[in-house]
């Protein structure tokens, strides 16, 4: 699943082609992706600005002149592809099976945006604008990662009394918001913090060289398009290829880059967890 980096590039990718544009005409292919469409989808946004292309952790959002927000999750294969000309560039088709685009937007100044989705995990909905924060997957979330809200005084004070492990905690959206589990893998090791080590035991000094490393991953990571894994692509079609700067994630086995130790894989709350025993303590 696209983590918020890939979300990011996307976000970065749409809004040449709808910021500022009037959505002339929605067309929805199908009554539902994950979730059926909200009552009367098409002719609550059609006419209406898109004033700001926004993201909120994993999710799109798209605020518009009406007073609506459109919130957008690409689930695991979602992928939008911006057809036309927006600032003078021409995006192309990403590659998608045609018959799994499921919505299209025909935007003011003819760009064409089309949301593919094979396993259509993805979904899209409509909320206030003013009330966000009541939005159910919002509500309690954390600050966003790459935000002034996270510092290593904020760990500090999230992590105060935690007994489960750090990667565990990084993953979990009340206390960062958007964190997913490959830059949390590759933010532990180039901190030397260990993923089991518990949350709570981790001195201060730690914490704020953890927070910094967070902060580098993510904006590393969004530099490179994000990460090609399974089905994700930008909105012109091209692949992510922070892959290639991966320093621990997916290399059990091979020798650590700092130590030349093999790399040791575990599971916490069900995913992957890579690091290195020497190096992370």
């Known amino acids: 699943m696209p983590e918020l980096p890939e979300v990011e590039t996307v976000r970065r990718g ?18 539902d992706l994950r979730f059926p469409f909200p009552e009367n989808f098409n002719q609550r946004i059609e006419g209406a600005k898109l004033t700001l292309m926004g993201r909120r952790a994993k999710y799109l959002v ?15 294969t979602g992928r939008f592809t911006v057809h036309g000309k927006t600032s003078g560039r021409f995006h192309h088709d990403a590659g998608g099976d045609e018959k799994h685009d499921h919505v299209v937007f025909e935007m003011q100044g003819g760009a064409r945006v089309v949301f593919n989705d094979a396993r259509r995990f993805g979904f899209m909905d409509l909320w206030p604008a003013d009330s966000l924060e009541t939005y159910a997957p919002f509500a309690g979330m954390g600050p966003e990662p790459i935000s002034n809200e996270f510092s290593g005084a904020y760990l500090h004070a999230a992590f105060k009394g935690k007994k489960t492990p750090v990667k565990s905690a990084l993953l979990d959206q009340n206390v960062v918001a958007g964190l997913g589990n490959i830059y949390v893998c590759e933010a532990l090791f180039r901190s030397g913090i260990s993923p089991k080590k518990l949350a709570g035991a981790i001195r201060r000094d730690k ?17 490179a398009g994000g990460s090609t894994i399974s089905d ?28 030349e130790r093999p790399v040791k894989r575990i599971v916490q709350s069900g995913r992957s967890t890579f690091y290195c025993a020497a190096c992370q303590k």
């Open 14 to 31: 749409l809004a040449p082609a709808m910021e500022g544009k009037r959505i002339l005409r929605v067309e929805t292919r199908r009554k």
């Open 232 to 259: 994700y692509k930008s909105t012109g079609g091209e692949l992510g290829y922070f892959q290639h700067a991966f320093r621990i994630y997916d290399r059990e086995g091979e020798p650590c880059l700092a130590c």
């Open 207 to 223: 914490l704020e060289f953890l927070a910094v490393e967070v902060r580098k991953v993510i904006e590393e990571a969004i530099l």
């Open 62 to 76: 798209a605020e518009l002149s009406n007073g609506e927000a459109l919130i957008m999750h690409l689930g695991m």
